[in-house]
């Protein structure tokens, strides 16, 4: 280690810091054997730093691997946005959960309607209204669940319970096993690339094509007349 910082200080390279959790490697092993290390660091040169100022080491959530992620970048890359209001779409991770299908049959069983089509557009359209209301109290949000189970398993991580209650880890890692699977069906869906098999785990894949556009589209600052750059 010493030969290291030796070479840090050769180059003239200084630690860049991090935000999030202080520590980005654990050995995943149990009980008092349990060891967490931060091992992972971005460094630059004195110059390099002045000429990004904004930039800043994040440690990203890590589930399968025992390093957790460093990204660099500046705050405003760091920032994302959804649209709002879309409008209904079915969505195919709908069909992992066994519920689902007693919900389209509630909705087609009633008798609607003074006409086969009429009858046909009101089961369509309450079909809607039932999904919509079984996706909000039943179903969740699969973003909103994974971002809190994945929380709630950092949380218990960085509390020692791999030591004191392992049989949560556990379980809040089968839940996130299984929430992922459905936001891979999830982003696999919007990104419209089917020739891909949905279980070859291409999540991040499917999100990039589905957030092409946007990211293409978002704008992060502006000059103004004096040619000095203005962020959002």
């Given at each position: 280690?010493?030969?290291?910082?030796?070479?840090?200080?050769?180059?003239?390279?200084?630690?860049?810091g991090?935000?999030?959790?202080?520590?980005?490697?654990?050995?995943?092993?149990?009980?008092?054997?349990n060891?967490?290390?931060?091992?992972?660091r971005?460094?630059?040169?004195?110059e390099?730093?002045?000429?990004?100022?904004?930039?800043?080491?994040?440690?990203?959530?890590?589930?399968?691997?025992?390093?957790?992620?460093?990204?660099?970048?500046?705050?405003?890359?760091?920032?994302?946005?959804?649209?709002?209001?879309?409008?209904?779409r079915?969505?195919?991770?709908?069909?992992k959960?066994?519920?689902?299908?007693?919900v389209?049959?509630?909705?087609?069983?009633?008798?609607?309607g003074?006409?086969?089509?009429q009858?046909?557009?009101?089961?369509?359209?309450?079909c809607?209204?039932?999904?919509?209301?079984w996706?909000?109290?039943?179903f969740?949000?699969?973003?909103?669940?994974?971002?809190?189970?994945?929380?709630?398993?950092?949380?218990?991580?960085?509390?020692?319970?791999?030591?004191?209650n392992?049989?949560?880890?556990?379980?809040?890692?089968?839940?996130?096993?299984?929430?992922?699977?459905?936001?891979?069906?999830?982003?696999?869906?919007?990104?419209?690339n089917?020739?891909?098999?949905?279980?070859?785990?291409?999540?991040?894949?499917?999100?990039?094509?589905?957030n092409?556009?946007?990211?293409?589209?978002?704008?992060?600052?502006?000059?103004?007349?004096?040619?000095?750059?203005?962020?959002?």
């Amino acid at each position: 280690m010493q030969g290291f910082r030796g070479a840090l200080d050769f180059c003239r390279l200084k630690d860049l810091g991090f935000n999030g959790y202080s520590f980005t490697c654990c050995n995943r092993r149990l009980g008092d054997q349990n060891v967490w290390v931060r091992l992972d660091r971005g460094v630059a040169t004195v110059e390099w730093i002045l000429h990004f100022p904004t930039s800043q080491i994040h440690h990203l959530d890590a589930f399968h691997s025992d390093h957790k992620p460093i990204l660099l970048c500046s705050d405003s890359e760091f920032k994302h946005f959804y649209k709002k209001g879309r409008p209904f779409r079915f969505e195919a991770m709908w069909i992992k959960d066994k519920t689902c299908e007693a919900v389209i049959q509630e909705a087609w069983a009633g008798h609607l309607g003074n006409s086969p089509v009429q009858s046909f557009n009101q089961k369509i359209d309450m079909c809607q209204v039932n999904l919509r209301n079984w996706n909000r109290t039943s179903f969740g949000h699969v973003r909103n669940l994974l971002s809190k189970k994945l929380k709630d398993l950092k949380w218990a991580e960085e509390s020692d319970e791999c030591s004191t209650n392992p049989s949560r880890i556990h379980q809040l890692q089968n839940d996130i096993e299984a929430l992922k699977s459905k936001e891979e069906c999830m982003w696999k869906q919007r990104s419209r690339n089917s020739w891909l098999k949905e279980g070859d785990r291409n999540t991040k894949f499917f999100h990039c094509r589905a957030n092409r556009k946007n990211k293409r589209n978002h704008i992060l600052g502006l000059s103004n007349e004096a040619g000095v750059w203005v962020e959002e």
